[in-house]
Structures are given as structure tokens and as C-alpha cells.
T-cell receptor, first 116, second 109 residues
Framework: KAGVTQTPRYLIKTRGQQVTLSCSPISGHRSVSWYQQTPGQGLQFLFEYFSETQRNKGNFPGRFSGRQFSNSRSEMNVSTLELGDSALYLC???????????????FGQGTRLTVV | DAKTTQPNSMESNEEEPVHLPCNHSTISGTDYIHWYRQLPSQGPEYVIHGLTSNVNNRMASLAIAEDRKSSTLILHRATLRDAAVYYCILSPTGNQFYFGTGTSLTVIP
């Protein structure tokens, strides 16, 4: 089956601009999570969407937002870009069961964002 | 969020077993123990997860201590393709992970 698809793979933006990243989950998966990976901070959880609703949120400023569509595809938006937002942004999809199910998550290859 | 402690790095000879330890003394009753690995220039990849009992799959085995305060990921025969950063994560679901720094595994030919 097709894996998690993230577009674009690479992006260069100027400080102050905004950017939108896209994630298409595995068919049938209803949960999409987003992560930021930087050399200094490692992998950090941004937020998770399930059935078009944000279900969990990490500790990031309001400039980072997201949404999920009825087909489970998700977008992540960063407004007023800062140099420190340069990172690899990863999304992961899973079936999304609640409670102690411990389901497997599948990660995309990420979008490499460079802010100049 | 319950934290995990892993060694920063480990080395193994090719075709030998590897035991990657993880301490999680503050684990809660609903936390599953998840292991993911990240190869260079790729997104993390699921390895295995478990709750209380030891688990086996085609990739690895997970040994969980009786008190659940520690666990060990076992790669039965390390190959060069197993060189990666291995993350041990606690989460009640597979939807929200707080990654630590992981263990960087080097496989020596």
C-alpha cells in the first residue's frame, strides 16, 4: 500500500513569510501527527489531528497551526517565519484509536524547510 | 509525559545480537513502550511496541521488565542496514510521541 506522502520535499522561504506543508496519510488512517526535527532540539511533537479535529497539541507558539480535511489529508501552516523554523517537518499517520491501543505510526520522509 | 533514558551511542559487530536498553521508571499503567528507529535522511520507522509481555516480530524482540520500569530492544543479528538512531518512547497511543535523544547504533563490519 502507498505510504505517507509529504509535499513538497524541499522548500526555501524568506523570514516573515508563511508556508503550508501537506501530508497525505495511508488510506484508512484517520490520525495525522506533525513533528519538527532540528539538530539542536531533536524530534518534537507539534500536534495531532483526528477526524478533522485537533486532538493533541505540543508546546509550540500559535504561529504553527494545522488542519485536517474530510479525506484525512492534513496541512500544516507556519506564519511569520523565523530563521529558527528551519527544520525537517515530519508527519505520521496511524489508525488513530483512542485509549491504550498503542497503534503503529507510519512516518513520511518529511519536508525540509529552510528559512533565509 | 513519562520520560525515557537511553545510552547516547552503542556499537555492535555485524551479525551479532544487539541489546538496546531503555529505562522508564515513571511509566504509567496505560503507557505502551514503543520503539522507532531513524535511518539517515529518513523519517522514523516503527520497530516494535508492547505493554507488559515480551513481544517478537520479524524485525526485533522487546523484553519488558516485570515492574515495567525498563525494557530492552533486541536485534538478533545486526546488519549494516540496522545502523540508525533508536528511540524508546512511552505513549498510551500511537498518535502522540515525545521523542528523547535516542541511541545511535553503529554496526561494525
Amino acid at each position: 500500500k502507498a505510504g505517507v506522502t509529504q509535499t513538497p520535499r524541499y522548500l526555501i522561504k524568506t523570514r516573515g513569510q508563511q508556508v503550508t506543508l501537506s501530508c497525505s496519510p495511508i488510506s484508512g488512517h484517520r490520525s495525522v501527527s506533525w513533528y519538527q526535527q532540528t539538530p539542536g532540539q531533536g524530534l518534537q511533537f507539534l500536534f495531532e489531528y483526528f477526524s478533522e479535529t485537533q486532538r493533541n497539541k505540543g508546546n509550540f507558539p500559535g504561529r504553527f497551526s494545522g488542519r485536517q480535511f474530510s479525506n484525512s489529508r492534513s496541512e500544516m501552516n507556519v506564519s511569520t517565519l523565523e530563521l529558527g523554523d528551519s527544520a525537517l517537518y515530519l508527519c505520521a499517520s496511524s489508525r488513530g484509536g483512542t485509549g491504550p491501543l498503542g497503534t503503529e505510526a507510519f512516518f513520511g520522509q518529511g519536508t525540509r524547510l529552510t528559512v533565509v | 509525559d513519562a520520560k525515557t533514558t537511553q545510552p547516547n551511542s552503542m556499537e555492535s559487530n555485524e551479525e551479532e545480537p544487539v541489546h538496546l536498553p531503555c529505562n522508564h521508571s515513571t511509566i504509567s499503567g496505560t503507557d505502551y513502550i514503543h520503539w522507532y528507529r531513524q535511518l539517515p535522511s529518513q523519517g522514523p520507522e516503527y520497530v516494535i511496541h508492547g505493554l507488559t509481555s515480551n513481544v517478537n516480530n520479524r524485525m526485533a524482540s522487546l523484553a519488558i521488565a516485570e515492574d515495567r520500569k525498563s525494557s530492552t530492544l533486541i536485534l538478533h543479528r545486526a546488519t549494516l542496514r540496522d545502523a540508525a538512531v533508536y528511540y524508546c518512547i512511552l505513549s498510551p497511543t500511537g498518535n502522540q510521541f515525545y521523542f528523547g535523544t535516542g541511541t545511535s547504533l553503529t554496526v561494525i563490519p
